[in-house]
């Protein structure tokens, strides 16, 4: 049903699971003696990190924030707001953040700082996907990219167009028509 809607498959399901064990393998790697707190950021990450999680061989609890940036829709201010905050502590803990896509980087710049505000011992970013193109704060940097792609709005695998389409098995772009109606 949903199939009907979608212009192109940008990233298969098939290249997700690649990308899965390989990010897996990179974090298990990587945390080795480490417990990690995995902190999702609501709602786009939800079905990436529940994947994720499950490709990563150590002690991991996880927690979420969901956060909204001031501004209008298509451009972000750059203040964001705490929707809905931790449940965990942060301090002295090794968190990695995970986000579906990185797109100006304002987003994740804001969240970072909190955290490191909050006296984490370490804070790494573990991105789906990633448009470097749009970047706008340099100094946000993904340590884990799943993969970069063209600036082009997506939708699946946790990414939304009014809050559809994040049930989508793979990752593609809508049709024109899709837009326009809305
Ligand atoms: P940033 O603060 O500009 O990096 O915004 C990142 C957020 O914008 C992501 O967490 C998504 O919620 C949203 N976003 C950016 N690009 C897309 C896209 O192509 N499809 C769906 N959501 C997107
Ligand atoms: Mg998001």
């Given at each position: 049903m949903l199939e009907k809607d979608i212009e192109r498959v940008l990233v298969s399901k098939e290249e997700i699971d690649q990308a899965l064990s390989r990010l897996g393998q990179d974090i298990t790697a990587d945390y080795e003696g480490k417990d990690i707190l995995v902190i999702g950021i609501l709602r786009g990450a939800a079905v990436f990190m529940a994947d994720l999680v499950r490709h990563i061989d150590a002690y991991v609890t996880i927690d979420f924030m969901d956060v909204s940036s001031y501004g209008d829709a298509t451009q972000s201010s750059g203040e964001v707001k705490i929707l809905k905050d931790l449940n965990?502590?942060?301090?002295g803990k090794h968190i990695l953040i995970v986000e579906d896509i990185i797109d100006t980087g304002r987003t994740l710049h804001y969240i970072v700082g909190l955290l490191e505000h909050r006296k984490a011992a370490s804070v790494r970013i573990c991105t789906?996907?990633?448009?470097?193109?749009?970047?706008?704060?340099?100094?946000?940097?993904?340590?884990?990219?799943?993969l970069d792609i063209p600036n082009e709005f997506v939708v699946g695998y946790g990414l939304d167009f009014k809050q559809r389409y994040?049930?989508?098995p793979y990752i593609g772009v809508l049709k024109p028509a899709i837009y326009q109606e809305a």
């Open positions: 965990s502590s942060v301090e789906l996907l990633d448009k470097p193109e749009r970047r706008e704060i340099a100094e946000v940097k993904p340590d884990y990219v799943g994040r049930n989508l």
